[in-house]
């Protein structure tokens, strides 16, 4: 058996596990298996294994550094992928993310929304845009990851949803560390979807409620995500990067 058809029987098999789990999470929920979209993480994974998920069915893959995102996005444009960019995003990169990315799931300011509509304008693409909220926000307003915390979010949704070039397709967030969420991801998503009921009574397309990773899709299906983001589950514990 070749490197290539071992990695591809491991994706698969790590895929189909996935899929039982999502399965099985909307049966609990009494929701349909349709209702839930895979994106998978491969941040830290060569183009080679997005091929590979490619060629299995994957249709959606997510990133988190432009600087590895923009040449595996390149090498592997042949494919039917949409890709995500999930991470925090810097103005400085939005000319790359802006090039190959489908959605950005990580917008939680109102610089890198002019930043995004300006450059999706000048490409004359339409990019979906998914405001990441943070439920540990400080007084800030800023979460330990990135984010908006839940009184800035219809504003800034508006501000999307103004934006020439941009789709106002929804929420994000990732199940917070610290503050009153701490260890309870699925309060966590709850409450994400009382803020995405929220926005959908101004912006009634904004239904996309992206949460839940490797170790906490179920309570993400559970409170109602229509997007999970695994990434470990299906490509294996990510090697440490030197």
Same mark, same amino acid.
């Given at each position: 058996m070749t490197n290539?058809?071992? %990695? &591809?029987a491991e994706l698969a098999a790590n895929l189909a596990t996935v899929e039982e789990r999502i399965t099985t999470a909307c049966a609990a929920a009494g929701r349909k298996r349709d209702d839930v979209t895979l994106i +998978? +993480? &491969?941040k830290t994974y060569? #183009?080679? !294994? +997005? %091929?590979?998920? /490619?060629g299995l069915g994957v249709r959606h893959v997510a990133e988190n550094r432009d600087q590895d995102a923009a040449p595996k996005a390149a090498e592997c444009s042949d494919l039917p992928l949409t890709w995500h960019f999930v991470g925090q995003l810097q103005t400085n990169k939005v000319r790359s993310v802006a /090039? =190959? #990315?489908g959605l950005v799931q990580s917008v939680d300011r109102g610089k890198l929304v002019t930043a995004l509509s300006k450059e999706a304008v000048r490409v004359e693409r339409e990019l979906g845009v998914l405001i990441q909220v943070a439920l540990d #926000?400080?007084?800030d307003g800023r979460g330990e990851r990135g984010g908006i915390g839940p009184g800035g979010v219809e504003e800034l949704a508006a501000r999307v949803a103004e934006a020439p070039g941009l789709r106002l397709d929804g929420l994000m967030t990732v199940a917070?560390? &610290?503050? !009153? =969420?701490a260890g309870r991801q699925q309060a966590a998503f709850e409450r994400l979807m009382d803020l995405s009921t929220a926005v959908r009574a101004a912006h009634p397309a904004a239904n996309m409620v992206s949460a839940g990773m490797s170790s906490d899709l179920e309570q993400a299906v559970a409170a109602g995500a229509t997007h999970v983001r695994v990434g470990t589950a299906v490509l294996g514990v990510r090697p440490r990067l030197g």
């Open positions: 290539l058809q071992e %990695r &591809t +998978v +993480v &491969t060569p #183009a080679s !294994d +997005v %091929r590979i998920l /490619s /090039s =190959y #990315a #926000a400080g007084a917070p560390l &610290t503050g !009153d =969420y």
